[in-house]
């Protein structure tokens, strides 16, 4: 599978990897001065998966994105368990059912 390896100046490489998505967030709070990035991914179980989550970064670091194919992903900091399925669907019928009244959908 397709998946990003990360590296932060010389510290070992992540490599986050997994079935569906991986996204790579990088957020720079401009009065605050902090920078920080996240990784995370979504598997087909419609679980949230963290590689990193909010790690700060300095002034000078550097931060290399390298597009990998992978069988082997870093072990996870975090899994969260997301609806199923089954709700999901749910949710999806519902607020269909509700645009179909109020003619927005057809």
Same mark, same amino acid.
């Given at each position: 599978?397709? @998946?990003?390896?990360? #590296? %932060?100046? /010389?510290?070992?490489? $992540? ?38 989550? @909010?790690?700060?970064? #300095? %002034?000078? /670091?550097?931060?290399? $994105? ?41």
């Amino acid at each position: 599978m397709k @998946g990003l390896e990360i #590296q %932060i100046n /010389d510290e070992a490489p $992540i490599v986050a990897a997994t079935d569906r998505k991986v996204i790579f967030l990088s957020s720079y709070v401009y009065g605050n001065d902090t920078a920080d990035i996240s990784v995370i991914g979504f598997n087909h179980f419609y679980q949230t998966i963290y590689w990193l989550q @909010g790690r700060g970064l #300095q %002034i000078g /670091d550097k931060v290399k $994105i390298k597009v990998v194919e992978t069988d082997n992903a870093t072990k996870q900091v975090e899994r969260v368990m997301e609806k199923n399925r089954e709700e999901l669907e749910k949710i999806y019928e519902s607020t269909k059912s509700y645009l179909q009244k109020e003619g927005v959908l057809i």
